[in-house]
């Protein structure tokens, strides 16, 4: 794009969305009689809701999973935080920062499903899992277990525990296509030995989108002794669920991926029984052993981000999450659907609703994962990433609520060709 088109496509973008933002209500009232699944295949509801974002014309962007960039609404609340906040400088700093704070963990608090004395606020789900991780008292001989499909940062950072204090992971792979929620459980059960002290797992597997039944692996570890951490990046406002009703004892996610953030914030959660035996990485004695906030000390941060959570919740809510998991699960079968079958197309995903949501990965046997994702860029204007690692060969393919049906059949049809 050169610096006209962009300029004009940018002043566009600022006559929507406050246009988007007064006529909301009534937009949704045309369509209050349908159900999530209904407006989920509505085309002109999220025609409406893609009015909302300043999409760049360049490609058609489907890897919103790494980062899925804010609507305008969000955006500008955001710049406007960071004029204030540099208006007032230490001003602000000194005074209103704290309460402010205070007031968005509650929010996301009520969002999350857990009391807000159980959560803080992170810069990402590396930095809230790495707090668990390296918060934990590992004598030699203590035992982690993690899956291979699991984000190399958070395997990383076990690996650095085994060199460090001599703890012992243990590595299962998850099968992309598992029969039932009970070969997942058996999976991770074959693992645990009386020596087993953490078990990490994702909600939503990053490459494939595989959602994994936390709640059933969580009852059995507890029924050994084991404490579960859960990844979430992927599933925070993705998926329709209260933390609290998982029974996990911990539980990170970044706030820039599906809530559509700014960069620069995430969420941790630890069980209220279980803060007293974590240490925290920054020494910070102001508050109890007990007290979550002891995880939170990193000094002078970047607080207009934290500002700008509670604009995106806002926006969240206004879709609603019901609609938004439908509309993200429709996308992803939308497209699945149509060349699931196809001679030469690998699908990474589960074909099974329950299974899957807005993420899935898809692969062709004779290309491999990197040329897949250079050729959709290069040919087919289209942007993914290719993943080729822990028995999953293609590209991850994460739409968003701004995607539309006719840029998936532009994807669909560069498959079958490329296919052929």
């Not at 009520?110 to 809230?128: D, F, K, P, Q």
């Amino acid at each position: 794009m050169n610096k006209r088109q962009f300029i004009k496509t940018f002043a566009a973008a600022n006559l929507i969305s406050p246009v988007f933002g007064r006529d909301f209500e009534n937009i949704l009232s045309k369509f209050e009689q349908q159900t999530p699944e209904q407006m989920a295949q509505n085309e002109d509801f999220w025609a409406e809701i893609r009015c909302a974002f300043l999409i760049k014309p360049d490609y058609i962007n489907l890897e919103n999973g790494y980062y899925s960039f804010a609507p305008q609404e969000t955006l500008e609340a955001f710049i406007g935080h960071v004029r204030e906040v540099n208006f007032q400088g230490s001003y602000y700093m000194r005074t209103r920062q704290f309460d402010d704070k205070a007031d968005i963990r509650k929010k996301l608090a009520v969002l999350a499903g857990c009391s807000h004395e159980e959560l803080i606020i992170t810069r990402n789900t590396t930095e809230s899992l790495d707090s668990v991780i390296a918060g934990y008292d590992w004598k030699v001989g203590d035992e982690a277990v993690m899956a291979m499909q699991d984000y190399g940062a958070m395997l990383d950072m076990f690996k650095l525990q085994a060199r460090r204090y001599g703890i012992v992971n243990k590595i299962i792979s998850i099968p992309n296509h598992p029969k039932s929620d009970e070969e997942i459980v058996e999976l991770y059960e074959k693992a645990i030995t009386p020596k087993t002290r953490l078990l990490m797992v994702c909600h939503i597997v990053n490459i494939t989108g595989h959602i994994l039944p936390i709640k059933k692996i969580c009852e059995m570890a507890h029924a050994k002794g084991v404490a579960v951490m859960v990844d979430g990046a992927h599933a925070f406002a993705h998926l329709d669920y209260k933390i609290s009703d998982l029974g996990c004892d911990y539980y990170g996610s970044s706030l820039h991926k599906w809530l559509s953030v700014p960069l620069g914030a995430g969420i941790l959660y630890v069980k209220k029984d279980r803060i007293a035996k974590l240490w925290q990485l920054f020494g910070d004695m102001g508050y109890k052993d007990d007290d979550i906030r002891k995880l939170n000390h990193t000094g002078t941060h970047p607080v207009h981000t934290d500002l700008a959570i509670a604009n995106a919740i806002d926006f969240h809510q206004k879709i609603g999450i019901q609609r938004k998991e439908a509309r993200l699960r429709f996308l992803q079968e939308y497209w699945t659907k149509k060349v699931r079958d196809l001679p030469n197309i690998v699908l990474n995903t589960s074909a099974d609703s329950q299974r899957a949501c807005g993420i899935a990965n898809v692969g062709i046997k004779t290309i491999k994962p990197a040329d897949l994702a250079k050729t959709l860029l290069e040919k087919y204007k289209i942007w993914t990433v290719a993943i080729d690692y822990a028995n999953v060969q293609g590209c991850r393919i994460t739409p968003n609520l701004y995607t539309s049906t006719a840029e998936l059949d532009t994807f669909v049809a560069a498959l079958k060709e490329l296919s052929r």
